[in-house]
């Protein structure tokens, strides 16, 4: 009896023994989940690519060894863009352009077939993809706290006007846009080979956003302070009536000031200048938007009107600030004859505009474009026609005589 009753007891210790061991205590259950790695697919850039208009700058590249044994697991960093790295890309709903050249999406196997169509046969086999572990490291060494899957995780594009694609495929998350080398071919020289770059997404750079502003409230004399005064360039800005005016050696100039929400999304993506102020925009910490009251001059600058009271000029790598002084603007400097000049020759000459006066030691001549939206439209700068004024008299403009460009 003593002995069953022994052995009974046995039993129930190992038995307990047995459940404690398997019930883990809280360090246990620490130690024992595994690490989590975060994955990012083509749902994660279509988020990322999803505003209406976007402007993602360069910001560093990657740049590693290439033999005709392959490419160097060792990657540097440059934050200067070298080779033929683009500067900057603009997004408008998935939609890349890097200008002057517009892309769409492909999938990865049709980037993959024309990506080889215009190589011979016999220079085919020369063509290697990126393993996905090269893309991860690449990835990592940009800084990107996510891992790809598969290479059809990527982003891939051609030129919406033919089978040309480019050599990488994109992935963004955030405010940042990874574009990765995917393929390289075999070369018998050494030489550096470009891994990827990182862009970052100007919104996220932007020093100040502009506010909405009506027309009319920009009207009277706008000083840039800071500015050293020249013949070709006063530091003053003169608005009046959605016109800016500025007077450069013997010449005033006039510019439409245009409120770019009146052009559709569309026109705005796929015009040059436009893309090409904004690009200079995001560089210099700024944004011109489809919402931006903006204009533009003969030499190139933007002028972006930040509020009512101020004004940006940036251009040439340089941003100056304009402060409005005076709600008018005087004689001096804009007389009611210009003025007068100004209307009447658009009037006069219908779909043309006057773009400038000049005076010098006789009468004064108006060169008329076909167009004053300087940051819209390539004819704003090209003077078509120069007209010799005969009289201004009680607001009535008269013509001595024409001479055609």
């Known amino acids: 009896m003593r002995k069953t009753l022994l052995i009974t007891t046995l039993l129930t210790i190992t038995l307990l023994a047995g459940c404690q061991a398997k019930k883990p205590t809280s360090s246990t259950t620490s130690r024992a989940q595994p690490t989590t790695t975060t994955y990012a697919n083509r749902t994660t850039t279509k988020k990322a690519l999803a505003a209406d208009s976007q402007t993602w700058l360069f910001n560093k590249q990657l740049l590693s060894k290439q033999t005709k044994n392959g490419l160097s697991d060792d990657i540097t960093v440059s934050n200067i863009a070298q080779m033929t790295t683009p500067k900057s890309w603009l997004t408008s709903k998935g939609t890349f352009t890097s200008q002057p050249i517009n892309y769409q999406q492909i999938s990865f196997k049709k980037w993959q077939q024309d990506s080889r169509s215009h190589l011979m046969k016999s220079y085919q086999k020369t ?27 990527l982003v891939f594009l051609e030129t919406k006007t033919g089978k040309n694609t480019i050599d990488q495929g994109f992935v963004a998350k955030g405010n940042h846009l990874y574009a990765i080398t995917a393929h390289y071919r075999d070369l018998q020289e050494p030489t550096n080979f470009d891994r990827g770059q990182l ?5 996220a750079t932007a020093k100040t956003t502009a506010s909405p502003v009506a027309l009319d409230q920009l009207n009277g004399t706008w000083i840039a302070a800071a500015t050293t005064t020249s013949a070709n360039d006063t530091g003053k800005l003169m608005v009046k009536d959605g016109f800016m005016y500025q007077k450069c050696y013997d010449s005033i100039e006039r510019s439409a000031i245009q409120d770019l929400a009146k052009y559709t999304l569309v026109t705005l993506n796929q015009n040059t200048i436009y893309a090409a102020q904004k690009r200079d925009a995001a560089q210099a910490g700024y944004q011109l938007t489809p919402k931006s009251i903006a204009s533009g001059d003969s030499i190139g600058y933007l002028y972006l009107f930040m509020n009512d009271h101020e004004l940006l000029r940036i ?26 000049i100004f209307e009447q020759l658009d009037q006069q000459k219908p779909g043309e505009s006057a773009s400038t006066i000049t005076v010098k030691a006789g009468p004064a001549v108006v060169g008329m474009s076909d167009s004053v939206n300087y940051l819209t439209d390539a004819t704003a700068d090209q003077i078509s026609n120069n007209i010799v004024i005969g009289s201004v008299q009680n607001g009535h403009v008269t013509i001595a005589s024409e001479s055609t460009h």
Do not use: C, E, P
């Open 315 to 340: 251009g040439a790598g340089q941003v100056t600030s304009y402060q409005k002084t005076d709600s008018l603007v005087a004689a001096a400097d804009l007389s009611q004859t210009d003025q007068t």
């Open 199 to 203: 862009f970052v997404s100007q919104k």
């Open 127 to 153: 063509l290697h993809l990126m393993t996905v572990a090269q893309v991860n490291a690449a990835l990592h060494k940009l800084g990107a706290d996510f891992k790809i899957k598969h290479l059809s995780d």
